[in-house]
């Protein structure tokens, strides 16, 4: 007999929804409806949690992403110039949030 085993699998993307006048983030990053989304997914790991939750009777559910605060490399061409996860996630992005019990 055997015990079926499930590796649980996810993915989250960030468009980004408004166009900063600043060059400090990559252009991906720029809010153009043209840009590829950031994926965060390598940013997740040990200390990472992802919550999801909705309820028959109410209008919107919720999410929770908790990620270990790590520096992002902004313009390697600058000298390096990083800023963290913080500070590149605003309020109005969009969180495409992907969550599989058997991605196969």
Do not use: C
Not at 16 to 44: M, V
């Amino acid at each position: 007999m055997s015990v079926r085993t499930y590796r649980p699998g996810f993915s989250i993307l960030v468009f980004k929804a408004i166009t900063r006048a600043d060059a400090g983030q990559p252009s991906r990053l720029q809010g153009d409806e043209n840009a590829e989304p950031w994926d965060i997914t390598p940013h997740l790991g040990d200390g990472s949690e992802i919550s999801v939750s909705k309820s028959v009777t109410s209008p919107m559910g919720s999410f929770v992403i908790t990620v270990p605060d790590q520096p992002y490399a902004v313009d390697p061409a600058r000298g390096g110039v990083a800023d963290t996860l913080y500070g590149l996630l605003e309020p109005m992005d969009e969180i495409e949030i992907r969550l599989a019990r058997s991605p196969e």
